[in-house]
């Protein structure tokens, strides 16, 4: 099982929200989903391997990105 995080630029209001939810959730082998919608940013708990994912997203009509983590204060200055 692993978690994977995408950002997802065009994911806007909470219509956009459900949409990607649901699609996910409607396969079996997704576990867990976790939406920031502030963020834009997508989490799923899954067997499915990343380019699955992705392909779930986008046939529900969005652009999913890898997602690279910004580093936090620390991070920046400690080259974290």
Request: aromatic share 4%.
């Amino acid at each position: 099982m692993a978690t994977h995080i995408f950002h997802v630029p065009n994911m806007n209001c909470a219509n956009c929200q459900t949409t990607i939810r649901q699609a996910l959730e409607e396969n079996p082998e997704v576990v867990l989903v976790n939406i920031e919608l502030n963020n834009k940013r997508v989490s799923v708990e899954s067997d499915l391997d990343s380019q699955e994912i992705a392909d779930i997203i986008t046939d529900a009509g969005y652009t999913p990105e890898d997602y690279v983590g910004r580093p936090g204060l620390l991070g920046r200055l400690f080259g974290g």
